[in-house]
């Protein structure tokens, strides 16, 4: 624990407080540390957190703007809530901007953006090794590694805007992941689907490299499906 917390300070070093709240609190939104629909109080942030209502009323608007947090009616903030419609359109959106800039990032992506992307890989296979048999995605470090390679994949798009969109959508669809990953009942090796991937984008094999990606973006979407049909049938 006292390495996570070290860690942290670490990486929060040289932030204004206000990028330092919207990290932290982005960071346990993604995580689930807040539950989908959770109404996000500034006072009880305040204690929580330990900043005052000025740079958390701040990350809460930056929140909302990149779709994590919803404000409501009374002037407030929720968490968003998790849903068949959300996901649908979140994955649709994944398809329709992370593809296209995979196929960018291998045809304009150069050497050293190819040495990047292998080192990325590595990393994540080594972690991956370290780890049980528990989910992968619910371990810090392998979500860490994990985000890491699949931007970097996506580093050699030229577009700095599409590459900025394709961060945040990933970064949307890790609550989904984390959610899946929680109420999951068969295991889903995504090892398996990262090293088909690496293998294309080294062959510098667009259609398929790209067709693999959607599979796996499209494999998120029906894990959490199933599991939010299970949490409907025991509800009733």
């Not at 740079?55 to 809460?60: N, S, V």
């Not at 994944?94 to 990047?116: C, K, N, S, T, Y």
């Not at 590459?163 to 945040?168: D, E, G, I, K, T």
Request: charged content about 30%; hydrophobic content about 40%; aromatic content about 4%.
């Amino acid at each position: 624990m006292q390495n996570i917390e070290h860690s942290e300070s670490a990486s929060l070093a040289g932030h204004t407080l206000s990028e330092q709240a919207f990290l932290r609190l982005r960071r346990d939104v993604i995580g689930g540390a807040h539950a989908p629909g959770a109404k996000l109080k500034l006072d009880e942030l305040q204690e929580a957190y330990g900043y005052s209502s000025s740079p958390l009323r701040e990350a809460l608007n930056r929140l909302s703007q990149e779709g994590l947090v919803k404000a409501d009616d009374r002037r407030g903030f929720r968490v968003a809530a998790i849903s068949s419609e959300d996901l649908h359109d979140l994955t649709h959106m994944r398809l329709m901007v992370e593809v296209p800039a995979l196929r960018l990032a291998i045809e304009h992506g150069d050497e050293a953006w190819e040495a990047a992307v292998v080192a990325a890989a590595h990393r994540l296979e080594r972690a991956e090794a370290q780890l049980g048999d528990g989910p992968q995605v619910l371990d810090e470090n392998w979500s860490r590694l994990h985000r890491d390679f699949h931007l970097c994949l996506l580093s050699g798009c030229p577009s700095g805007r599409q590459r900025l969109l394709c961060a945040s959508l990933f970064d949307q669809a890790e609550r989904y992941r984390r959610f899946s990953a929680r109420h999951r009942v068969t295991s889903r090796s995504k090892s398996r689907e990262h090293k088909r991937l690496l293998e294309a984008v080294l062959k510098r094999d667009a259609d398929t490299a790209c067709a693999v990606l959607s599979e796996h973006t499209q494999g998120t979407q029906r894990s959490v499906e199933a599991a939010l049909l299970r949490m409907r049938a025991s509800a009733n």
